[in-house]
Nanobody, 123 residues
């Protein structure tokens, strides 16, 4: 069993930065792929980024590529999402998700999900 808790969200001006954290319980977390997703009001949840179990491979949605960086520190059971150059359209609730399979995470079918953290970007 893995439990995920996101933190680090908040209100930031356009062009600013935030770092989100996804802290996990459970020893299996270090063997799981972890992804970040977001859901804006009135919109469907969308994929943002994914990292494989050892951090060697990452993949990003086109609209965040070059601005967002996903990373992980397995001894701390934590995955991060560094968000730079924030835009108003990045406003959403951000969720992390974990699963043994990277492709399952990307397909939004991950086994474990956090409760989300709100990111609001003012223009």
């Amino acid at each position: 069993q893995v439990q995920l808790v996101e933190s680090g969200g908040g209100l930031v001006q356009a062009g600013g930065s935030l770092r989100l954290s996804c802290a996990a319980s459970g020893r299996a977390f270090s063997t799981y792929a972890v992804g970040w997703f977001r859901q804006a009001p009135g919109k469907e949840r969308e994929f943002v980024a994914v990292i494989n179990w050892n951090g060697a491979s990452t993949y990003y949605a086109d609209d965040v590529k070059g601005r967002f960086t996903i990373s992980r520190v397995n001894p701390k059971n934590t995955v991060y999402l560094q968000m730079n150059g924030l835009k108003s359209e990045d406003t959403a609730v951000y969720y992390c998700a974990a699963d043994p399979s990277r492709s399952t995470v990307i397909d939004s079918r991950a086994r474990y999900w956090g409760q989300g953290t709100q990111v609001t970007v003012s223009s």
